[in-house]
């Protein structure tokens, strides 16, 4: 059966486990790609600009460039431009989203600004979150790179991007447009960037409520792997279908 055009993967969980490549990833993606599909790794993480990401997939023997990555820090400014144009931008989040801030041609700044983004910050601080909520209460609008609760660890989780989001939409009283899966935008920033339409692409995750639902919501086909995030028991319980189930990415045909 031929394949489709193009394979949509999440990282963590499909691609590898915290640094730890998932056992047959590489030889899975060559081989799709020498079939003729396009690859595209798809991630909602924030704190890293493509080019990290590709390197570390790289590290890994997963031939990869930074054209190859769409990650909500790399989306999240592309959105902006797109729906907004240029803007001034108060960020919460590290050196990756700030880099890619400023790449798209936003400013950063700490006050007076026409957005406030959330990614998750490391670095998180009482004094951020103040920040955040005075620029929102001068009426900048409130946008968040993703709401992850957790964000996987090796082999134990830390607080993701939406514990940080939270914070401030509690402080505010404002909910924020979400950039990352399972919302819209990142997914339509992907379709843009590699002229692909949904229907051509199969999006390829380990959680039902970001990656499943993002590709059924933008209209792709959809593979859970159980090497992340979903057991089986879990699946049976949750709402999502997705379109087929395999233990592992080397299981993709
Ligand atoms: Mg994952």
Do not use: W
Not at 153 to 176: C, H, I, K, R, Y
Request: aromatic share 6%; with cysteine; hydrophobic share 45%.
């Amino acid at each position: 059966m031929p394949g489709p055009d193009a394979y949509i993967f999440d990282l963590d969980g499909v691609v590898y486990h915290g640094n730890s490549v998932i056992p047959g990833a590489a030889e899975t993606i060559e081989r799709l790609r020498a079939a003729g599909s396009r690859v595209v790794f798809l991630t909602n993480n924030a704190t890293r600009a493509r080019e990290a990401i590709a390197d570390k997939l790289e590290g890994m023997g997963i031939r990869c460039s930074a054209g190859d990555v769409i990650s909500s820090a790399y989306a999240t400014p592309l959105f902006i431009r797109q729906q907004y144009g240029t803007s001034s931008i108060f960020p919460i989040g590290e050196q990756g989203l700030v880099t890619e801030l400023e790449r798209a041609g936003h400013t950063i700044a700490g006050q007076d600004v026409d957005f406030v983004v959330v990614g998750l910050d490391r670095e998180f601080t009482y004094d951020k979150l103040a920040a955040g909520l005075a620029n929102l209460r001068n009426g900048a609008r409130f946008i968040a790179t993703n709401t992850d609760a957790m964000l996987p660890n090796e082999d134990d989780f830390l607080p993701g991007a939406g514990s940080m989001v939270a914070a401030l939409a509690t402080a505010s009283g404002m909910v924020p447009e979400v950039v990352g899966k399972p919302n819209r935008p990142i997914m339509d920033v992907l379709l843009a960037e590699y002229g692909l339409k949904a229907g051509e692409c199969t999006m390829v995750g380990d959680r039902l409520e970001t990656d499943i639902l993002a590709g059924k919501n933008a209209g792709m086909a959809t593979v859970l792997v159980l090497t992340g995030a979903s057991s089986v028991g879990y699946i049976e319980t949750s709402g999502i279908r997705p379109d087929a189930i395999l233990d592992s990415i080397a299981d993709i045909e």
